[in-house]
């Protein structure tokens, strides 16, 4: 695979070996955990926080008095932790109510899942609609990843559920007793875990800070590792697709050649050996082509992500592009280059750093393999991190 394809092309520092890594033999070499906008990271020590939930308990039972708005929001954030008991503010007083409907938020562990698949299983197990779950963003597929997910639901339905995840994952043996009666699943092999419940606000895109990432170098030396603090801030491989083609559709649908873009995701397709979504982007072509659809009506017909997938990687391709220009030598770390905008309500343009950052970057050994530690600011990529750090165009397996 020729990295140079989508103009990934320099280094910031370091010298390359022209040699490639492969990473992700195993998904367990690649964790991700998000890191929100107060800089803490997604962890999963327990369902709910005991300690916090008797403390939210004792709180509702001797509601205060006379806050201000500041104080008021304090107070809620103290709350968040005892679901059977909702507190509003009517005329600057607390008011009371019993129920456990409200909105949550958790940490989703999920392990060789794609985010859409995560919360699409969660869906179904739940009886909520897919479109009522909020992120802040998506995360790697062949890796074990936390983030925060929110969606307005009952307490009880969503703590059951975590018992009955946690039980199919995990050797667990006790876990508190809060009405594990009242709602029963049938969860098969589901890969994913709850942890963390508490009331929270609503998620925007984006809203994360930044990500935490443990990796795996299988047969690698802790001293062929560079001790990197910056990198070229390249969209990475993932943003092109497998055969590194999404950019071509996405310049094809912005010179307005919907022929062009269809050819191309239709010939992409047409291997049986691809992904079951794939398969079904090919049938979905086949089958209105034969119904005499335009191609600009086919386009059109795809999905909301599918169609951003494809104008976002030409944005990005531009963007790579563009970079290459740059001295990095004499670079200000704060330079932001523009994405290109174009006449396409996914294509609006913006900014984007030319240089990242690597902080928190720590190597251990592990036998023959070396562990690699970083935090990087949202929508970097963790492999163009890696690239500056070892020297080699990083793959996955």
């Known amino acids: 695979m020729d990295c140079s394809s989508v103009e990934i092309c320099k280094f910031y520092k370091t010298r390359p070996k022209h040699s490639v890594l492969y990473i992700k033999r195993e998904p367990s070499d690649f964790i991700v955990q998000e890191i929100d906008s107060d800089g803490n990271p997604c962890l999963c020590d327990g369902l709910i926080d005991e300690e916090k939930f008797y403390e939210s308990k004792n709180l509702i039972e001797n509601l205060p008095t006379k806050l201000d708005k500041s104080e008021r929001n304090e107070f809620y954030k103290k709350v968040a932790y005892y679901p059977f008991v909702k507190i509003t503010t009517v005329e600057n007083q607390f008011k009371k109510e019993q129920t456990s409907?409200?909105?949550?938020?958790?940490?989703?562990?999920?392990i060789n899942l794609t985010t859409n698949d995560a919360i699409g299983k969660l869906s179904s197990l739940l009886g909520i609609s897919y479109k009522n779950f909020q992120v802040s963003g998506n995360k790697d597929k062949r890796a074990i990843t936390y983030q925060t997910v929110g969606v307005k639901v009952e307490f009880e339905k969503l703590y059951c559920l975590s018992v009955e995840l946690l039980k199919k994952m995990s050797d667990v043996k006790e876990v508190n007793d809060f009405c594990l009666n009242k709602h029963k699943f049938e969860v098969t092999d589901?890969?994913?875990?709850?942890?963390?419940?508490?009331?929270?606000?609503?998620?925007?895109?984006?809203?994360?800070?930044?990500?935490?990432?443990?990796?795996?170098?299988?047969?690698?030396?802790i001293e062929e590792l560079h001790d990197s603090n910056f990198f070229i801030n390249y969209f990475g491989l993932q943003r092109f697709g497998k055969?590194?083609?999404?950019?071509?559709?996405?310049?094809?649908?912005?010179?307005?050649?919907?022929?062009k873009a269809i050819d191309i995701i239709f010939d992409e397709n047409n291997n049986s050996q691809q992904e079951m979504f794939l398969?079904?982007?090919?049938?979905?072509?086949?089958?209105?082509?034969?119904?005499?659809?335009?191609?600009?009506?086919?386009?059109?017909?795809?999905?909301?992500?599918?169609?951003m997938l494809y104008l976002h990687a030409y944005q990005s391709f531009i963007f790579n592009k563009q970079i290459n220009d740059i001295d990095f030598m004499q670079i200000?770390?704060?330079?932001?280059?523009d994405l290109v905008s174009a006449d396409h309500k996914f294509c609006k343009g913006g900014k984007r750093l030319a240089v990242e950052e690597i902080k928190e970057l720590k190597f251990y050994p592990d036998e023959e393999d070396v562990v690699v530690e970083f935090i990087l600011n949202k929508s970097a990529y963790a492999t163009m991190a890696l690239r500056e750090i070892t020297g080699c165009e990083i793959l996955d397996y």
Do not use: P
């Not at 409200?102 to 989703?108: A, E, G, P, Q, R």
């Not at 963390?196 to 443990?214: D, L, Q, V």
């Open 101 to 110: 409907y409200d909105f949550y938020i958790f940490t989703l562990k999920k």
């Open 190 to 221: 589901c890969n994913i875990e709850i942890y963390n419940i508490r009331k929270g606000n609503y998620i925007k895109m984006g809203s994360h800070s930044g990500n935490k990432f443990t990796i795996t170098l299988k047969n690698t030396k």
């Open 243 to 259: 055969s590194l083609n999404n950019h071509n559709v996405g310049q094809a649908v912005i010179k307005k050649d919907f022929e």
């Open 279 to 307: 398969s079904k982007t090919h049938r979905f072509i086949d089958y209105y082509r034969k119904k005499g659809k335009s191609s600009k009506w086919i386009f059109l017909k795809m999905n909301r992500d599918s169609q």
């Open 332 to 337: 200000n770390h704060n330079l932001e280059v």
